[in-house]
């Protein structure tokens, strides 16, 4: 049974950082793409970052323009774990993320992820 979970969100100062986490079982993530996007209250689920594999190694990613060069995703095959690293989070950051796998159209239950002073 393919199941993802995610773990990390909170409530962070903006400036701060966070990293989320997204557990993966019933299948292996090295050889699959896997996605991070988010909700906020009211607006539409949008793709905030995207990893895929090829040739077993090399990760390839991209991001949404709005958290280019604050967020990195990575992944741990070991763990079978995908990350979601957070810098510089604004108050616009501010919503719930969920994790997913295109390949098995899978999603987590979500991390919500608050910005506020």
């Known amino acids: 049974q393919v199941q993802l979970v995610e773990s990390g969100g909170g409530l962070v100062q903006p400036g701060g950082s966070l990293r989320l986490s997204c557990a993966a079982s019933?299948?292996?993530?090295?050889?699959?793409?896997m996605s991070w996007y988010r909700q906020a209250p009211g607006k539409e689920r949008e793709l905030v970052a995207h990893?895929?594999?090829?040739?077993?190694?090399?990760?390839?990613?991209n991001y949404a323009d709005s958290v280019k060069g604050r967020f990195t995703i990575s992944r741990d095959n070991a763990k079978n774990t995908v990350y979601l690293q957070m810098n510089s989070l604004k108050p616009e950051d501010a919503a719930v993320y969920y994790c997913?796998?295109?390949?098995?159209?899978?999603w987590g239950q979500g991390t919500l992820v608050t910005v506020s002073s």
């Open positions: 019933g299948f292996t993530i090295s050889s699959n793409a």
């Open positions: 997913n796998s295109p390949r098995f159209n899978a």
């Open positions: 990893i895929t594999s090829v040739r077993g190694s090399t990760n390839y990613t």
